[in-house]
């Protein structure tokens, strides 16, 4: 907003959004929650495109959002892909470990690997259920439904 109130000037920015020039100036400042809206937001930008500007400012702010938004939700889906490929794999190694101790004639070496196979399997699991909690915070959206990455 501070560009596109720089190019075209507070009181013109007032004039396209429909608003005051304190509530321009407010736009402005980074610590403000309030913005204009998608309409306003497109008059805004066209009319920085209009004055000269080389870009649409408050397109790319919400693209960049958008993106960081994605990412972030993402993130635990791809977090919790690995984890699980993990805990497979920790598990496959239990079950081999566990089944050289039902052999005929077994050492306690084969008991002490598979008791440490069984530990490592029980720490991938538990990254797996703390992961899980992850995807039930609720967000934006309808009503009732849990809004976490996986959405």
């Known amino acids: 907003m501070l ?3 720089g190019r075209i000037g507070y009181p013109a920015a007032a004039a396209v959004a429909g608003r005051s020039v304190a509530c321009i ?6 610590a403000t929650t309030s913005c204009p809206s998608f309409v ?7 009319a920085y495109i ?10 790319d702010a919400y693209a960049a959002q958008l993106k960081i938004t994605v990412e972030d939700r993402t993130a635990c ?18 079950i081999a470990a566990s089944l ?4 005929a004639g077994h050492s306690p070496n084969d008991v002490q690997r598979a008791l440490l196979e069984a530990d490592e399997a029980e ?12 995807f039930l ?4 959206g309808p009503v009732g439904k849990a809004g976490g990455s996986h959405r």
């Open 3 to 5: 560009q596109i109130a």
């Open 25 to 30: 100036r407010d736009w402005t400042n980074e």
């Open 40 to 46: 306003q937001a497109i008059a805004l930008d066209a």
């Open 50 to 59: 209009a004055a000269g500007g080389e870009n649409a400012p408050l397109h």
């Open 77 to 94: 889906a791809r977090a919790l892909s690995s984890e699980v490929a993990t805990a497979a794999r920790e598990c496959g190694d239990l």
């Open 100 to 103: 050289s101790v039902c052999q």
């Open 123 to 134: 720490t991938a699991v538990a990254a797996i259920k703390r992961r899980l909690f992850s």
């Open 137 to 140: 915070k609720t967000g934006a």
